[in-house]
């Protein structure tokens, strides 16, 4: 028996009451929707407290409830939950769960209990980093890269519950994320249909693979430095905390090394960057295609770019770390490395633009945002050219023009795709279509509004103005004119912070009003257009499997009766006929 | 087809190949849970290796004083491989009345590997070797510990291939069960080797 046909025959336990269907899901398409909405739902708090941060770094001192201490705590819970809590797993837990299956044509994940626990202890881990506000002292305000020795002393904020929860909920969300990316990479493994051989992919499957395999190999080292650090803290030992003067008095911690977390925590950062990179590289991909009416151009670079990011980017984490001091050598290892990972990377911004090329684009909403994907990663890509040499990153490392770099290439241009992508799939989990009005305000303000945001953060950078800094006026080295940009950009700010509520209120209004979508609305060819009901139900494709005769990528086909053939059209006349290889498909 | 030809595929082209979906996109060729299985194993790997990277580092440091050796280890040592080699054994039966005594006895040996480390512990602190002493008894708390954790959360595992052979489930599927079984406690024993070796004789 083939491993489709096994995969067909396996039995559908059709969930019965109400809690099984929608709460103790094990449908990937709930947990999808699950995860999704657990994401936004933490993702607004984070936006809140980037607000709050504005509102400090714009108009220091006009707000008695922002301290020092508490600035730290907006800081820091503000990185480790956009980056973790919400990139990471709206990419694997959402798109993942949701795209994978559908889109090779699965009836569900291999695993669909563990997927099921796998979302609950998302959400526990959530809840237990929502918990840290609640604690005397508060949240952690150690920074997101939770640096020893100051992460677990005294006068940080948040040094006694703060920091436990966080990291408990760390070791939550690892163990959550592992259990869901065994489903991911063996239900790529496994569970595609007939027909669908791996270069038959479409590559967001293909991104989201590489991103598991990642964040499997990746978090560990996370996991790790979290476990140690908490015996550090609690058990005295001395891994990473050296001799130290606290509160003046000596610590019994000796001969530990702050330098040994980094290292740790940066193998983990760095992949971290592509875990939530790669999915939205696939992703874009797939939608420029499909709204370009246009093959991808250059898949299979693609698809080897793909993989050459994910074994690279292991092997670039101590361009971060260039100012701890390090062997000069070392130190140019990394850089060479990490100017090498831009060379595939610089692929796939090509083959991007040149799919759009000679391509019937239609300005849809995922089209929006899938070019202000490629505009906003390439500005941050071209600023981590400057910060991957060691010389040039002296000077800036720790300056607004790192915070604007990130923020262009792994903040916005990723959630671009997310919303992006949202726009896209939306009719096929609900049934129906997100209002356009909404989104092109949406839309616009944000995408003007990231410029604007970012964009003098660069300025600010080159004129050495420090990040992290609570208030910016005690310095000779600033001018003053760094004050009113600063107040620029809060204001700017802000206003892309309420315009995410439009985005927040158009999922829910149209839920319930939303116009009727038919099954394929954007007359995509990938599988999960094609399942035999919109929203797909559970088993996704009724009692047979579809069967796939062609790649993800067939639009505009000569000789097509439409302008796009799905992959599970059977292959026309002429191609048929056309055996002798190379021919007519292959100039399209 | 191999994973390097099979990316080397052109699937825009409409060669007779492409044409027709293949029979089978069989994959990999064995039980899903295998996969799964391996792919677990991959990721317990990097946890261990990053372990085992903090370990030597933090070595080079001055203030690093080694443990002194134990014999309980050895005879902990001795247990996981007894485990090991009785679940391996049980794999290739047949025979549901042995695979029952060869789970058991498997299970057993386990329990004692972890009831000996447990003995370890105390004796390392008996000794005056607690987990803030010196980073050398920090990691072996630290290590030991979390491959327990791991050993303990392959009991459970046994403890459903169990419930299976004695549920009267199909032999094949208790046959898969105890086999995941066996990879898992063999890579366990490995791990447990590898950081007995660096610990103690490096």
Redesign the interface.
Known sequence: M????YQEDLPLHEPHSFWTKYVFSQDHKIIAIQYTTTAIAVGLVGLVLSGLMRLQLGFPGSFSFIDPASYYQYITMHGMIMIVYLLTALFLGGFGNFLIPLMVGARDM??PFVNMLSYWAYLLSVLVLMASFFVPGGPSGAGWTLYPPQVILQGTPGADGGITLMLVSLILFIIAA?MG??NY??TV????????????MPLSVWGIFMATVLA??????L??GA??LL?DKF?????FMPAIFSMGKQL?H????PV?FQ??FW?FGHPEVYIVALPAFGIVSDLLSAHARK?IFG??MM??AI?AIGGLSFIVWAHHMYVSGMNPYFGFFFATTTLIIAVPTAIKVYNWTLTLWHGNIRLTIPMLFSIAFISTFTIGGLTGLFLGNVVIDLPLSDTYFVVAHFHMVMGVAPLFVVFGGIYHWYPKATGRMLNDTLGHIHFWVTFIGTYVIYFPMHYLGFIGVPRRYFADEAYKFIPESAQGLNEFITEAALIVGVVQLIFVFNLGWSYFRGKRAESNPWHATTLEWQTPQTPAEHGNWGPKLP?????A?DYSVPGAAEDYLPQNVK?LGD??D??S??????E? | MS?LS???????????K????????????VA?EK??LW??L???G??FL??S??YV??RE???WRALPELGLLWFNTAMLILSSITLQWTRILENRERIKIGLLSGGFFACAFLIGQLCAWQQFADMGY???T??AS??F??ITG?HGLHVLGGLVALLRTCLKTWGGFALNQVQLSVSLCSVYWHFLLLVWLVFFGLMFFS
């Open positions: 083939t491993q489709a046909a291999v695993f592992t990316g065994l990479v063996t493994l496994q569970a595609r249909t007939y027909g669908m051989t791996l270069m038959r499997l190999l990746a978090f560990p080292a996991f790790v476990v140690m015996f058990a005295g030992s001395s891994f019994a000796e001969g530990g090394s040994l290292h740790i193998f093959n898949y299979r698809v080897w993989l069967v796939v005769y062609r790649w990528y292959p191609e048929v056309n055996d290889g190379g021919g007519v498909l292959a399209t | 994973f099979q990316i080397r595929g052109k699937p825009w082209l409409p060669d007779d492409n044409q027709h979906p293949a029979p089978s996109t069989k994959a990999l060729g899903d996969v799964g792919v677990f991959a990721v317990v990097s946890l990053i372990f990277n903090a580092e933090r440091y001055d203030d607690l987990a803030s010196n980073p920090s990691f708390y630290l979390v």
